[in-house]
């Protein structure tokens, strides 16, 4: 019995010496540890680009576009309408989510910026040999970059927000200041500055070529581009009441001598005439390489979810988007031609049917499929829950060829920048700096230069040198700008900087009625298809109800 | 004869009981007393000697014991009082005096009574100082219950038992809660024990188990320091006996039948009300004639004028299951043994499953169960033990998912689509891709498996030789849970007819492929081991006992490195007084590796005690109070799960991978980069919550017939583990920490009576249980300055909350002047809400709490039967109030995304024709975001009551019986869940769980007839 008892004491002391409540295996990595291998160094950066916004179907499964006077969405289940209805507030808002991502995306930045003169370097990953120190290099201006993306798309919306540039903890978070919009735009301005002393340079094809696969990546032209934007914004009436023209100045200083630069370099960066060439409606409007028009895109992903949500309902689309008449009536004839009112739609500028499905449209000339939205056609109005409500269908981004019933996919990228912008930057910015009336014919050649370069491409009649007030110029290149950015994502914050939210974005939007006549012929006839509501304080978002909350320093935006 | 004037067994009791038995030791301690020595003999009612029977002075400084003969012989000193006492017996006082110093004395049996599971021990209810309550195997084996978790419904007071889903085969879920839910956190359900090692109980037969106790208080779940905190469950299993083999069959069929599905419109009706839903939305009709409600007078082309009742055409009206049990049990005075094998098999509802060549795609569920719990007495103190348990579950099923498929059923309108043009071509639309046909029979099938395999051993030895009592036990436990999946798949393609004859296709059609491929593989298993040391001894009128074990359990869980892992020490002493007074202290020094270094370890005590009253001379002989007693505890116990997906919070995480969908896609190839970030902020100060529990009850039973039990009881947790999400400002940009931040107070009482009697050949009894319990934030992740109204401090954790109707907008000018709606552009007809922050903006700034929780506060069971000459009847009822429930699927929000219909929708409000009295805002076709949202408009009353067990049966005697080897034949026959009273009926929607056949398996009544054999 005894040996049973001592056996039982054995077995005892031996399990209990088996577990002891520390891991013995560290199946996680720690902060040193990431910054001190070269694979996670560099993946923390290529992480950091996770919260660029990707604008395709992105409030509720509908297009930024649905929010402002381009387009309408006949989901009435997305919560774009809030943008439309007056349902924002300080307690909700679809967009709610930027002021986290941004946050989030501006924190990985600021990790990387410090651990590249900490860990980074002492692990000795920069100084191993020189294409280290150049990859390092690019990376540090990178992320002031994203840095300065992130930032700018809160000030955007916010306008008076706050700035990090450190690595935040629970109670430091509570002690950043609230900055104005001023204030952000200038530390964005700056952030844009540095990249671009470590950025790669595209404009400098011979000497730092940019790989194909670091496309996607930000370079010098991103953040002039940024830049450019930025100051435009920092120019515009929202901000500028007492109409300082330095403002406007410094945004066209910007832009000229980027659009200067890039017509001396080897061309790399230009208008890309390829966008109106037969191929291009079978891919994509927006499939153009990274190094044409495009300054900075989100990377390249496989999809079809645009055109499962856009495409007309007759081709297994939803038919979310429905472009509004006010933007159709934007789109001039083709130089030398008019618009037939019994047949609105021949003869219009070639951005036209690249940028809209209309009734009697065919997408492919390689097809029969023909688009009808007349009522009682097969993609027309009241045809479905989601058929158009406007009698057009977006057709920009979306890839008619796609066999969505086969689950095709194919390559898409998000364009947050490209070289049109900074033509009508330069154009609007040099407008509105010259002259001190409406009146004052505006006579600076450059600023018709480069309208009428998107004008060429379009087909339509260009601007002569003179012809046109300072009035008439800023009406010309608004409307080229609502031409050639629809659904870009630009319109919702252009006219808010314009402080023109009551003209444009209140009262009725209207559609086309489209009725087959028995003839066979059509006939038109405008309607009223939403009443929107806008009151001036929604030039700015009102600041979170839950951040004001946590943070009683912050102070909410006027008129919330 | 044996004398043990023993100095240890002093000094060990002065040392362990040194408080309560002062003034007995006192006296004790004037030595040089005369002795006198005193003999005499022991025997029962029989005249048969009783050996080992404690005799001694009241205080038990002085005990010797009765040899086999019965005979004893002890000295003592003069006018003292001897106590004879031993397990199992009433004991008994006898004066000395000089007269009398020969005794002959006849011990009584103690009455039987239930051993109570209690921690690491048994005890008898006597001597039972904390709350617990127990379900003993008659009421739980009787019903055809699948999940061991249901069956213990409406039996136990404390215990909530509630079907989180509906009753899909193999898929049973439910909620458990031991007096409510006491925390914030997601982990709220108590630690669930069988047979002392940790595992869950849903696959388990409830053949299987001897008795079930619920440990409610504080004092009794102390012993399970991190994890007691929600109120344990502790499972025994069956074990052998001595005496002759015991055969057990039992055979079970009976069919499952849906408690409530959804009654959608047919076509006609449809139409007509989308027709006058759009024109509510202002929008005008479609031209396209399926929306002419005139279409649906049957003498249309069905292809193109479908009108279909969906539920009808997929789903059978019943399901059979069956199941078949054999059970052993017996041994002998070396071995016993309990054995259990069982089956069984359930069938799901859908129709069109043999379509299919080779493979059936209904739902089917079947299940072995077996048990060997084997004890051996090695030698005359050692008892060694070994159970073997398992389970094999398989489930077939299509591949496509029930909630899925329930969710199509519910949401596809009657004109939708034709099921099918033909046989190759079934019907879709651009909204409804999805046919019911196909997802059934063309999607290719799924088979689940698991199997769950529990193995214990277990050593008990005495160590008499040590000191009389003493005993050390030591156990390995061991727990293997392994899912594997099969899937077969094959899309279908769906067509919809266009006006110009032509179809078109969504989906491809594809053949099933040859192989199948896995899903599903799961791997998880639990060791533990336990060992110690156990002591209970009655020194006369002072029974005392103690125990101290060491434990540790490790959990390895596939794909979740490294293993989770506990370890501590528990314990506990206790004292009795003459079977009168009772003191327990017990506690637990724990530790579990969620936490770091020096936040891991916790100690949680306990005290409680009983002043057993009928024990009390002035009631000893009172038979109308056969037992009283009053019972109160204090204990602390913890709980330190999270979730399973937050390990180690109290350190940084950082994640870095190669290529991986972390990283970004950077150049034309469709390539991730590498990618590496920082997880959730950490806190190193991270550490347990613990719940802080008084408790006082009160049991009595009169006349032996009549037994009442009261308990009620204050928890109050503190450092409850949430993620501070809001008081981190988001400009932190990165995920807010876990915190020891709130607490919760939850309070109630819980009350269950019995009553048993017979009259002549007559049985019968009734039980009944209620408990209570409320719960309140005290405090909670809240900044300052949040309104009151969407204060969640002060509400119970599972508040219901939302905006709060008032009415409907009667007209235009109604919503001109009413506070501005930021929710929807309303119309006339829409519901109106109260601006309840006073802002003149109708928005969710003014939600409020609405209601009750939704986890009821109330829950009852009574339960009552009779027997008469081999005929029974008894029925089950349980109850659950303050309660209430969101109302938010396709069946109440009518019409919503071009949803479906119920005649619910007759009672919208329509201009001019149903204003004050609609029962129904208007309708609309558009996702109404003022109407479709969380209002108290949707929340409704959630109590309800349900005949969850009614059964009838007759056991045969009788000569011929005799003549065979049958010991008891019994056939009977039983339904579940027949009958159910609630606030639904409007909504025609299963009470306890709403979504029902919605938006996934119905929940199910079943009727069942049995046959029990026992040889």
């Given at each position: 019995?005894?040996?049973?008892?001592i056996?039982?004491?054995?077995?005892?002391?031996?399990?209990?010496?088996?577990?002891?409540?520390?891991?013995?295996?560290?199946?996680?990595?720690?902060?040193?540890?990431?910054?001190?291998?070269?694979?996670?160094?560099?993946?923390?950066?290529?992480?950091?680009?996770?919260?660029?916004?990707?604008?395709?179907?992105?409030?509720?499964?509908a297009?930024?576009?649905?929010?402002?006077?381009?387009?309408?969405?006949?989901?009435?289940?997305?919560?774009?309408?809030?943008?439309?209805?007056?349902?924002?507030?300080?307690?909700?808002?679809?967009?709610?989510?930027?002021?986290?991502?941004m946050?989030?995306?501006?924190r990985?930045?600021?990790?990387?910026?410090?651990?590249?003169?900490?860990?980074?370097?002492?692990?000795?990953?920069?100084?191993?040999?020189?294409i280290?120190?150049?990859?390092?290099?690019?990376?540090?201006?990178e992320?002031?970059?994203?840095?300065?993306?992130?930032?700018?798309?809160?000030?955007?919306?916010?306008?008076?927000?706050?700035?990090?540039?450190?690595?935040?903890?629970?109670?430091?978070?509570?002690?950043?200041?609230?900055?104005?919009?001023?204030?952000?735009?200038?530390?964005?301005?700056?952030?844009?500055?540095?990249?671009?002393?470590?950025?790669?340079?595209?404009?400098?094809?011979?000497?730092?070529p940019?790989?194909?696969?670091?496309?996607?990546?930000?370079?010098?032209?991103?953040?002039?581009?940024?830049?450019?934007?930025?100051?435009?914004?920092?120019?515009?009436p929202?901000?500028?009441s007492?109409?300082?023209?330095?403002?406007?100045?410094?945004?066209?200083?910007?832009?000229?001598?980027?659009?200067?630069?890039?017509?001396?370099?080897?061309?790399?960066?230009?208008?890309?005439?390829?966008?109106?060439?037969?191929?291009?409606?079978?891919?994509?409007?927006?499939?153009?390489?990274?190094?044409?028009e495009?300054?900075?895109?989100?990377?390249?992903?496989?999809?079809?979810?645009?055109?499962?949500?856009?495409?007309?309902?007759?081709?297994?689309?939803?038919g979310?988007?429905?472009?509004?008449?006010?933007?159709?009536?934007?789109?001039?004839?083709?130089?030398?031609?008019?618009?037939?009112?019994?047949?609105?739609?021949?003869?219009?500028?070639?951005?036209?049917?690249?940028?809209?499905?209309?009734?009697?449209?065919k997408?492919?000339?390689?097809?029969?499929?023909?688009?009808?939205?007349?009522?009682?056609?097969?993609?027309?109005?009241?045809?479905?829950?989601?058929?158009?409500?406007?009698?057009?269908?977006?057709?920009?981004?979306t890839?008619?060829s796609?066999?969505?019933?086969?689950?095709?996919?194919?390559?898409?990228?998000?364009?947050?920048?490209?070289?049109?912008?900074?033509?009508?930057?330069?154009?609007?910015?040099?407008?509105?700096?010259?002259?001190s009336?409406?009146?004052?014919?505006?006579?600076?050649?450059?600023?018709?230069?480069?309208?009428?370069?998107?004008?060429?491409?379009?087909?339509?009649?260009?601007?002569?040198?003179?012809?046109?007030?300072?009035?008439?110029?800023?009406?010309?290149?608004?409307?080229?700008?609502?031409?050639?950015?629809?659904?870009?994502?630009h319109?919702?914050?252009?006219?808010?900087?314009?402080?023109?939210?009551?003209?444009?974005?209140?009262?009725?939007i209207?559609?086309?009625?489209?009725?087959?006549n028995?003839?066979?012929?059509?006939?038109?006839?405008?309607?009223?298809?939403?009443?929107?509501?806008?009151?001036?304080?929604?030039?700015?978002?009102?600041?979170?109800?839950?951040?004001?909350?946590?943070?009683?320093?912050?102070?909410?935006?006027?008129?919330? | 004869?044996?004398?043990?004037?023993?100095?240890?067994?002093?000094?060990?009791?002065?040392?362990?009981?040194?408080?309560?038995?002062?003034?007995?030791?006192?006296?004790?301690?004037?030595?040089?007393?005369?002795?006198?020595?005193?003999?005499?003999?022991?025997?029962?009612?029989?005249?048969?000697?009783?050996?080992?029977v404690?005799?001694?002075?009241?205080?038990?400084?002085m005990?010797?014991?009765?040899?086999?003969?019965?005979?004893f012989?002890?000295?003592?000193?003069?006018?003292?009082?001897?106590?004879?006492s031993?397990?199992?017996?009433?004991?008994?006082?006898?004066?000395?005096?000089?007269?009398?110093?020969?005794?002959?004395?006849?011990?009584?049996?103690?009455?039987?009574?239930?051993?109570?599971?209690?921690?690491?021990?048994?005890?008898?209810?006597?001597e039972?100082?904390?709350?617990?309550?127990?379900?003993?195997?008659?009421?739980?084996?009787?019903?055809?219950?699948?999940?061991?978790?249901?069956?213990?419904?409406?039996?136990?007071?404390?215990?909530?038992?509630?079907?989180?889903?509906?009753?899909?085969?193999?898929?049973?879920?439910?909620?458990?809660?031991?007096?409510?839910i006491?925390?914030e956190?997601?982990?709220?359900?108590?630690?669930?024990?069988?047979?002392?090692?940790?595992?869950?109980?849903?696959?388990?037969?409830?053949?299987?188990?001897?008795?079930?106790?619920?440990?409610?208080?504080?004092?009794?779940?102390?012993?399970?320091?991190?994890?007691?905190?929600?109120?344990?469950?502790?499972?025994t299993?069956?074990?052998?006996?001595?005496g002759?083999?015991?055969?057990?069959f039992?055979?079970?069929?009976?069919?499952?039948?849906?408690?409530?599905?959804?009654?959608?419109?047919n076509?006609?009706?449809?139409?007509?009300?989308?027709?006058?839903?759009?024109?509510?939305?202002?929008l005008?009709?479609?031209?396209?004639?399926?929306?002419?409600?005139?279409?649906?007078?049957?003498?249309?082309?069905?292809?193109?004028?479908?009108?279909?009742?969906?539920?009808?055409?997929?789903?059978?009206?019943?399901?059979?299951?069956?199941?078949?049990?054999?059970?052993?049990?017996?041994?002998?005075?070396?071995i016993r043994?309990f054995?259990?094998?069982s089956?069984?098999d359930?069938?799901?509802?859908?129709?069109?499953?043999?379509?299919?060549?080779?493979?059936?795609?209904?739902?089917?569920?079947n299940?072995?169960?077996?048990?060997?719990?084997?004890d051996?007495?090695v030698?005359?103190?050692?008892?060694?033990?070994?159970?073997?348990?398992?389970?094999?579950e398989n489930?077939?099923?299509?591949?496509?998912?029930?909630?899925?498929?329930?969710?199509?059923?519910?949401?596809?309108?009657?004109?939708?689509?034709?099921?099918?043009?033909?046989?190759?071509?079934?019907g879709?639309?651009?909204?409804?891709?999805?046919?019911?046909?196909?997802?059934?029979?063309?999607?290719?099938?799924?088979?689940?498996?698991?199997?769950?395999?529990?193995?214990?051993?277990?050593?008990?030895?005495q160590?008499?030789?040590?000191?009389?009592?003493?005993?050390?036990?030591?156990?390995?436990?061991?727990?293997?849970?392994?899912?594997?999946g099969?899937?077969?798949?094959?899309?279908?393609?769906?067509?919809?007819?266009?006006?110009?004859?032509?179809?078109?296709?969504?989906g491809?059609?594809?053949?099933?492929?040859?192989?199948?491929?896995s899903?599903?593989?799961?791997f998880?298993?639990?060791?533990?081991?336990?060992?110690?040391?156990?002591?209970?001894?009655i020194f006369?009128?002072?029974?005392v006992?103690?125990?101290?074990?060491?434990?540790?359990?490790?959990?390895?869980?596939?794909?979740?490195?490294?293993?989770?892992?506990?370890?501590?020490?528990?314990?506990?002493?206790?004292?009795?007084?003459?079977?009168?007074?009772?003191?327990?202290?017990?506690?637990?020094?724990?530790?579990?590796?969620e936490?770091?270094a020096?936040?891991?370890?916790?100690?949680?005590?306990?005290v409680?005690?009983?002043?057993?009253?009928?024990n009390?001379?002035?009631?000893?002989?009172?038979?109308?109070?056969?037992?009283?007693?009053?019972?109160?505890?204090?204990?602390?116990?913890?709980?330190?799960?999270t979730?399973?997906?937050?390990?180690?919070a109290?350190?940084?995480?950082w994640?870095?991978?190669?290529?991986?969908?972390?990283?970004?896609?950077?150049?034309?190839?469709?390539?991730?980069?590498?990618?590496?970030?920082?997880?959730?902020?950490?806190n190193p100060?991270?550490?347990?919550?613990?719940?802080?529990?008084y408790?006082?009850?009160?049991?009595?039973?009169?006349?032996?017939?009549?037994?009442?039990?009261?308990?009620?009881?204050?928890?109050?947790?503190?450092?409850?583990?949430?993620?501070?999400?809001?008081?981190?400002?988001l400009?932190?940009?990165?995920?807010?920490?876990?915190?020891?931040?709130?607490?919760?107070l939850?309070?109630?009482?819980?009350?269950?009576?019995?009553?048993?009697?017979?009259?002549?050949?007559l049985?019968?009894?009734?039980q009944?249980?209620?408990?209570?319990?409320?719960?309140?934030?005290?405090?909670?992740?809240?900044?300052?300055?949040?309104?009151?109204?969407?204060?969640?401090?002060?509400?119970?954790?599972?508040?219901q909350?939302?905006?709060?109707?008032?009415?409907?907008?009667?007209?235009?000018?109604d919503?001109?002047?009413?506070?501005?709606?930021?929710?929807?552009?309303?119309?006339?007809?829409?519901?109106?809400?109260?601006?309840?922050?006073?802002?003149?903006?109708?928005?969710?700034?003014?939600?409020?709490?609405i209601?009750?929780?939704?986890?009821?506060?109330?829950?009852?069971?009574?339960?009552?039967?009779v027997?008469?000459?081999?005929?029974?009847?008894?029925?089950?009822?349980?109850?659950?109030?303050?309660?209430?429930?969101?109302l938010?699927n396709?069946?109440?929000?009518?019409?919503?995304?071009?949803?479906?219909?119920?005649?619910?929708?007759?009672?919208?409000?329509?201009?001019?024709?149903?204003?004050?009295?609609?029962?129904?805002?208007?309708?609309?076709?558009?996702?109404?975001?003022?109407?479709?949202?969380s209002s108290?408009?949707?929340?409704?009353?959630?109590?309800?009551?349900?005949?969850?067990?009614?059964?009838?049966?007759?056991?045969?005697?009788?000569?011929?019986?005799?003549?065979?080897?049958?010991?008891?034949?019994?056939?009977?026959?039983?339904?579940?869940?027949?009958?159910?009273?609630?606030?639904?009926?409007?909504?025609?929607?299963?009470?306890?769980?709403?979504?029902?056949?919605?938006?996934?398996?119905?929940?199910?009544?079943?009727?069942?007839?049995?046959?029990?054999?026992k040889?």
């Amino acid at each position: 019995m005894k040996r049973i008892t001592i056996i039982l004491t054995i077995f005892l002391l031996f399990i209990t010496g088996c577990i002891s409540l520390d891991k013995d295996v560290d199946t996680n990595l720690t902060k040193d540890a990431v910054f001190s291998d070269e694979r996670y160094a560099s993946g923390f950066l290529n992480s950091a680009y996770r919260e660029i916004i990707n604008g395709y179907n992105r409030i509720d499964n509908a297009m930024f576009a649905c929010a402002s006077d381009e387009a309408i969405c006949s989901n009435s289940a997305s919560s774009v309408h809030a943008f439309n209805n007056g349902a924002i507030n300080q307690a909700y808002n679809p967009e709610a989510d930027v002021w986290k991502n941004m946050y989030t995306g501006i924190r990985k930045t600021n990790m990387f910026l410090g651990e590249l003169n900490n860990t980074i370097k002492t692990a000795g990953l920069i100084d191993k040999n020189s294409i280290s120190i150049a990859n390092y290099k690019r990376m540090k201006g990178e992320a002031y970059f994203l840095r300065a993306y992130y930032h700018f798309e809160l000030a955007k919306r916010w306008g008076n927000i706050q700035l990090v540039d450190t690595v935040l903890t629970e109670e430091s978070s509570l002690a950043v200041k609230q900055s104005t919009f001023t204030e952000a735009i200038r530390f964005i301005v700056k952030d844009c500055d540095t990249a671009m002393v470590y950025l790669q340079n595209p404009l400098l094809a011979k000497s730092q070529p940019i790989t194909v696969d670091n496309y996607g990546r930000a370079t010098t032209a991103s953040a002039i581009a940024l830049k450019s934007r930025a100051l435009l914004y920092l120019a515009s009436p929202w901000n500028n009441s007492v109409e300082d023209k330095k403002l406007w100045k410094d945004a066209a200083d910007v832009a000229i001598a980027f659009i200067n630069s890039v017509n001396g370099s080897s061309n790399l960066i230009a208008l890309d005439p390829a966008v109106f060439s037969a191929a291009m409606p079978t891919i994509s409007y927006i499939s153009i390489p990274y190094d044409k028009e495009v300054l900075f895109a989100t990377g390249y992903d496989n999809r079809n979810d645009i055109e499962i949500n856009n495409l007309p309902i007759s081709f297994s689309g939803k038919g979310y988007t429905n472009p509004t008449q006010e933007l159709i009536d934007c789109f001039d004839p083709i130089k030398g031609k008019s618009i037939d009112p019994m047949n609105p739609y021949a003869n219009r500028d070639r951005r036209f049917n690249l940028y809209f499905y209309f009734n009697g449209q065919k997408p492919l000339t390689t097809r029969t499929d023909t688009v009808f939205t007349y009522v009682g056609g097969k993609d027309g109005l009241g045809r479905s829950s989601t058929a158009t409500k406007t009698g057009y269908y977006m057709r920009k981004f979306t890839n008619f060829s796609l066999n969505l019933s086969k689950g095709e996919t194919s390559r898409r990228a998000w364009i947050h920048f490209r070289f049109a912008e900074i033509l009508l930057n330069y154009c609007e910015a040099q407008n509105e700096y010259l002259g001190s009336s409406d009146d004052d014919i505006v006579s600076d050649a450059t600023i018709y230069d480069q309208l009428n370069k998107l004008r060429t491409r379009g087909g339509v009649a260009t601007y002569a040198t003179g012809s046109l007030t300072k009035g008439k110029m800023r009406q010309a290149i608004h409307k080229e700008r609502r031409v050639e950015l629809a659904f870009e994502e630009h319109r919702f914050w252009d006219v808010r900087r314009w402080k023109e939210g009551t003209l444009y974005f209140n009262g009725t939007i209207h559609g086309m009625q489209i009725s087959k006549n028995t003839d066979g012929k059509y006939s038109y006839a405008v309607i009223g298809v939403e009443n929107r509501v806008y009151s001036p304080k929604m030039d700015w978002y009102p600041i979170p109800y839950t951040e004001l909350l946590k943070n009683p320093k912050l102070k909410q935006n006027p008129l919330w | 004869m044996k004398k043990k004037y023993n100095k240890i067994r002093k000094y060990l009791l002065v040392i362990l009981f040194a408080g309560f038995s002062v003034p007995y030791m006192v006296a004790q301690s004037n030595d040089k007393i005369e002795l006198t020595t005193i003999h005499g003999t022991v025997v029962d009612k029989t005249g048969k000697a009783i050996s080992n029977v404690s005799v001694s002075i009241l205080d038990a400084f002085m005990q010797s014991f009765t040899n086999d003969q019965g005979n004893f012989t002890i000295q003592v000193p003069e006018k003292s009082v001897l106590y004879f006492s031993k397990q199992g017996f009433i004991a008994q006082k006898k004066e000395v005096n000089k007269q009398n110093l020969t005794f002959s004395v006849v011990l009584l049996p103690e009455r039987e009574e239930f051993q109570y599971q209690t921690g690491y021990g048994t005890r008898k209810l006597s001597e039972l100082t904390t709350a617990v309550s127990v379900i003993s195997a008659n009421d739980l084996s009787r019903s055809f219950v699948t999940s061991t978790e249901t069956a213990l419904a409406g039996k136990a007071t404390g215990l909530t038992v509630l079907s989180n889903v509906g009753k899909e085969p193999g898929f049973e879920s439910n909620s458990i809660y031991i007096r409510g839910i006491g925390t914030e956190n997601g982990m709220r359900s108590p630690y669930i024990l069988v047979d002392d090692v940790e595992r869950g109980i849903g696959q388990m037969d409830v053949n299987e188990i001897e008795s079930v106790s619920i440990l409610k208080d504080g004092a009794s779940n102390a012993q399970y320091g991190q994890r007691g905190a929600n109120g344990t469950i502790l499972i025994t299993t069956k074990r052998g006996f001595i005496g002759k083999p015991e055969i057990e069959f039992i055979s079970q069929l009976g069919i499952q039948k849906p408690t409530n599905l959804p009654a959608f419109l047919n076509s006609k009706e449809y139409v007509t009300l989308y027709d006058k839903a759009l024109q509510n939305d202002g929008l005008s009709l479609p031209t396209d004639s399926k929306y002419n409600p005139t279409m649906y007078d049957g003498t249309q082309n069905p292809l193109l004028y479908p009108n279909i009742n969906w539920y009808n055409e997929f789903l059978n009206k019943t399901a059979p299951q069956q199941q078949y049990k054999l059970m052993f049990r017996g041994g002998t005075d070396f071995i016993r043994y309990f054995m259990l094998f069982s089956y069984l098999d359930q069938s799901g509802l859908y129709k069109h499953t043999s379509e299919n060549k080779g493979y059936n795609t209904n739902i089917d569920y079947n299940r072995f169960n077996i048990r060997t719990n084997l004890d051996a007495s090695v030698t005359k103190s050692l008892l060694v033990s070994l159970d073997l348990a398992g389970s094999m579950e398989n489930k077939n099923m299509p591949n496509s998912s029930a909630g899925d498929i329930y969710n199509t059923l519910s949401s596809l309108t009657p004109n939708a689509m034709p099921i099918q043009y033909s046989d190759s071509m079934l019907g879709g639309t651009s909204q409804y891709q999805k046919n019911p046909l196909g997802m059934i029979a063309r999607t290719g099938n799924r088979q689940d498996r698991a199997i769950t395999m529990q193995i214990k051993a277990k050593a008990v030895q005495q160590l008499d030789f040590i000191t009389d009592g003493l005993t050390a036990e030591a156990a390995l436990g061991y727990n293997g849970n392994t899912t594997y999946g099969l899937m077969r798949s094959r899309t279908y393609a769906t067509y919809e007819s266009q006006s110009d004859g032509t179809y078109t296709r969504y989906g491809e059609n594809s053949d099933i492929s040859l192989g199948m491929s896995s899903t599903n593989q799961g791997f998880t298993y639990l060791l533990n081991f336990y060992g110690g040391l156990k002591y209970n001894k009655i020194f006369g009128q002072h029974g005392v006992g103690g125990s101290l074990r060491y434990y540790q359990a490790q959990t390895f869980i596939r794909g979740d490195n490294p293993p989770y892992g506990k370890l501590g020490m528990n314990g506990g002493a206790n004292y009795n007084f003459d079977k009168r007074y009772f003191l327990d202290f017990s506690f637990s020094y724990d530790g579990s590796d969620e936490f770091a270094a020096g936040h891991r370890f916790g100690f949680f005590p306990a005290v409680s005690g009983a002043w057993l009253i009928s024990n009390e001379d002035f009631l000893k002989d009172n038979h109308t109070i056969s037992f009283l007693k009053l019972r109160a505890s204090y204990g602390e116990a913890g709980n330190c799960k999270t979730s399973g997906l937050d390990r180690y919070a109290y350190e940084s995480h950082w994640s870095g991978f190669e290529n991986s969908s972390g990283g970004y896609i950077f150049g034309t190839g469709f390539a991730w980069s590498n990618g590496a970030w920082e997880g959730r902020i950490s806190n190193p100060d991270l550490t347990w919550e613990t719940t802080h529990n008084y408790n006082v009850g009160v049991d009595i039973s009169l006349l032996d017939k009549l037994t009442f039990n009261l308990d009620g009881f204050i928890h109050n947790r503190n450092n409850v583990i949430l993620a501070l999400v809001n008081s981190s400002p988001l400009i932190l940009g990165a995920t807010a920490p876990y915190a020891n931040t709130g607490s919760v107070l939850n309070k109630g009482f819980e009350a269950g009576v019995t009553y048993k009697n017979n009259i002549n050949d007559l049985n019968f009894f009734l039980q009944g249980n209620v408990s209570f319990a409320r719960n309140k934030i005290t405090k909670t992740d809240e900044v300052d300055g949040l309104p009151d109204n969407l204060k969640r401090t002060g509400y119970s954790v599972t508040q219901q909350r939302g905006m709060l109707a008032t009415g409907y907008y009667k007209n235009q000018e109604d919503i001109d002047k009413s506070p501005y709606n930021a929710l929807y552009k309303v119309r006339p007809g829409d519901i109106k809400y109260q601006d309840v922050n006073g802002d003149n903006i109708i928005n969710s700034l003014d939600e409020v709490a609405i209601g009750s929780p939704s986890v009821p506060e109330w829950t009852f069971g009574l339960s009552a039967g009779v027997d008469y000459k081999g005929f029974d009847i008894s029925f089950l009822v349980s109850a659950f109030a303050g309660r209430t429930v969101y109302l938010n699927n396709s069946a109440v929000w009518l019409l919503k995304d071009n949803g479906n219909a119920t005649a619910l929708a007759y009672g919208a409000w329509e201009a001019g024709v149903r204003e004050d009295d609609a029962t129904y805002p208007r309708l609309t076709t558009e996702s109404n975001t003022n109407n479709y949202r969380s209002s108290s408009y949707w929340m409704k009353n959630g109590n309800f009551l349900r005949l969850s067990n009614l059964e009838v049966g007759y056991s045969f005697s009788g000569k011929w019986l005799k003549t065979t080897k049958i010991k008891e034949l019994r056939i009977y026959a039983n339904g579940q869940n027949l009958f159910t009273l609630d606030y639904l009926s409007d909504y025609n929607l299963d009470p306890e769980v709403v979504n029902a056949g919605i938006t996934g398996y119905p929940n199910m009544k079943l009727f069942n007839i049995g046959l029990n054999v026992k040889f």
